[in-house]
């Protein structure tokens, strides 16, 4: 029996094990899975599939392998720090937006965690395409030592089976802001769009599937030209860091994130049917240190005292490099913008990563929609709730300057 899921434009090839992988599973996993739907993907699970598979994708090895991302043995700390008091109803808020975690840290302390859903500091939960953020990071690395030579450098340069296709006109950095103006339809609605026949596809033997489709795709506009949304694109960006550091994804963050920020528990890389880190999609990771992720990336990605990536290239990442049609809003290096400063890392369903460097304000959410993938509705209502806890903590320093 197979199962399978499209994880945003991860494209999770699903593969059921045998007998002895389904008896190692303890009695909830099981009772889940007996009534797991085998033919669709995750934006049509049930929402009390969701609820139990966004907490445990990592914990059922017949349904995706994974990579370990490891962590240090000395976690960087998170004090307490004084409630912050805001004028709406958290916990009605939380409901709404069906939250599993919701962690707020200012000036380095926590100033709100609660969690819902059933899950708690110990769980782990999936980040869909919050991972992209984290995925550029690893490129800015990947230039700070050496193994990028530049961002304007051609994604062929790095991956020689895209020599010849449409991607021969494109910039690391121009896939990076998703400009590159081949065409993609990531209509999860529509069985013949490239997230859909992606996940199917056949790839030449020895070449990686990922490769092998996006190689065949036409050009639309000329690069740099139009900005599209494509997971599959950040899947592409993740094979290039893979081919140009010779490491494992997993492996790459664990030695420049994970284990120098301190965070408190290892995470898991979702891999794709060729063994690859999902670059657009799917790590597992505690709230709190999703938290820590924005602490490390609000104070310049340093470690004892030097920024893993080139000077001046975080502004860039995440700082308005294309517009995208929305007022006030826009996209950087994989991190979504806005006009006051303020960046994000977003994933369906209601994953999120807030950074507010004025307000030294860092907001690590996990959520499971009712209202669906990217509901606009339920996604304005986060957005608000990130203003009114800006203007609380205005309020908050305010008082204590009597001003």
């Not at 990442?317 to 049609?325: K, L």
Request: charged letters at 20%.
């Amino acid at each position: 029996m197979k199962f399978k899921t499209l994880a945003l434009a991860g494209l999770i090839a699903i593969a059921a094990a045998g007998t002895a992988g389904w008896l190692s599973l303890d009695k909830e996993t099981r009772g889940f899975l007996a009534h797991f739907p085998t033919d669709r993907d995750v934006l049509f699970w049930k929402q009390s599939q969701r609820d139990a598979a966004f907490r445990a994708l990592d914990r059922l090895p017949f349904l995706a392998k994974h990579r370990v991302i490891e962590a240090g043995g000395t976690p960087s700390p998170l004090p307490p720090g004084p409630p912050l008091a805001l004028p709406i109803d958290v916990d009605a808020f939380m409901q709404s937006q069906r939250s599993a975690a919701l962690v707020i840290v200012h000036d380095g302390q926590v100033r709100l965690e609660r969690y819902g859903l059933d899950f708690d500091a110990n769980g782990r939960w999936t980040s869909f395409s919050v991972a992209k953020s984290i995925t550029s990071t690893l490129v800015g690395a990947a230039v700070k030592d050496g193994h990028i030579r530049s961002m304007d450098d051609r994604v062929s340069d790095y991956i020689e089976e895209m020599k010849g296709s449409a991607y021969d006109d494109v910039s690391v950095r121009q896939l990076l802001t998703m400009t590159s103006g081949i065409d993609w339809n990531e209509d999860y609605g529509d069985p013949n769009s490239d997230v859909a026949r992606f996940n199917n596809h056949q790839p030449e033997p020895g070449v990686d599937a990922l490769v092998s489709y996006l190689r065949k795709l036409p050009r639309a506009e000329p690069a740099g030209t139009r900005w599209l949304y494509s997971t599959g694109e950040t899947n592409l960006v993740g094979v290039l860091v893979m081919r140009a550091t010779g490491r494992h994804l997993a492996d790459y963050l664990s030695e420049k994130v994970w284990i120098p920020a301190g965070m408190e528990q290892k995470a898991t890389w979702i891999l794709s049917k060729t063994g690859q880190e999902i670059s657009g999609c799917c790590i597992q990771a505690a709230t709190r240190d999703y938290a820590r992720f924005g602490q490390f990336i609000l104070h310049g990605a340093q470690v004892n005292g030097q920024s893993i990536v080139p000077e001046g290239w975080l502004h860039e990442a995440t700082t308005t490099r294309t517009g995208i049609g929305e007022p006030g809003s826009g996209y950087g290096y994989q991190w979504w913008t806005y006009d006051d400063g303020s960046f994000a890392a977003r994933g369906i369903f209601g994953q999120g990563i807030f950074i507010d460097p004025q307000r030294k304000l860092v907001i690590a959410s996990n959520a499971n929609w009712a209202g669906g993938a990217s509901h606009p509705e339920t996604r304005a209502a986060r957005d608000a709730f990130y203003r009114v806890v800006q203007q609380a903590l205005d309020d908050e320093a305010a008082r204590k300057t009597g001003g």
